[in-house]
């Protein structure tokens, strides 16, 4: 059975992308469009792994993933957070806030399924 994947992102063309690559590695995809749908979602489906936006409309990455590290039943699904923010001391805020990576966009095609693969071996070990 395939590992699910959530991707939580506003805009329809990054979900697709995400969705493309994602799919033809062997990964159930699930997506939401907001983090208040993605935190819903995370609840009901349990995915292994969780792309989320940071700036979404709704609820942003940053409210989702420290939602989903209060939950002890949540806590354990990993979270790459997936951003346009590209500033000095972004990813170690991410970090901090309770995300296990970093990815900015334009999403590396090729360098994303390498980095989905390392982030859930990581829930295995």
């Given at each position: 059975?395939?590992?699910k994947?959530?991707?939580?992102?506003?805009?329809?063309?990054?979900?697709?992308?995400?969705r493309?690559?994602?799919?033809?590695?062997g990964y159930?995809v699930?997506?939401?469009?907001d983090?208040?749908?993605?935190?819903?979602?995370?609840?009901?489906?349990?995915?292994?792994?969780?792309?989320?936006?940071?700036?979404?409309?709704?609820?942003?990455?940053?409210?989702v993933?420290?939602?989903?590290?209060?939950?002890?039943?949540?806590?354990?699904?990993?979270?790459?957070?997936?951003?346009?923010f590209?500033?000095?001391?972004?990813?170690?805020?991410?970090?901090?806030?309770?995300?296990?990576?970093?990815?900015?966009?334009p999403?590396?095609?090729?360098?994303?399924?390498?980095?989905?693969?390392?982030?859930?071996?990581?829930?295995?070990?």
């Amino acid at each position: 059975m395939p590992e699910k994947i959530l991707v939580v992102e506003d805009n329809e063309q990054n979900r697709i992308l995400m969705r493309q690559i994602l799919t033809h590695h062997g990964y159930e995809v699930l997506e939401a469009m907001d983090g208040l749908t993605g935190l819903e979602m995370a609840r009901t489906h349990m995915p292994a792994l969780i792309l989320l936006d940071i700036q979404m409309p709704v609820m942003n990455g940053f409210a989702v993933v420290r939602e989903l590290r209060k939950n002890p039943e949540l806590r354990k699904i990993k979270a790459i957070a997936v951003t346009s923010f590209a500033m000095k001391g972004d990813r170690e805020k991410a970090l901090q806030a309770g995300f296990d990576e970093y990815v900015t966009k334009p999403i590396d095609t090729r360098k994303l399924p390498e980095l989905v693969k390392e982030i859930l071996a990581r829930v295995q070990s």
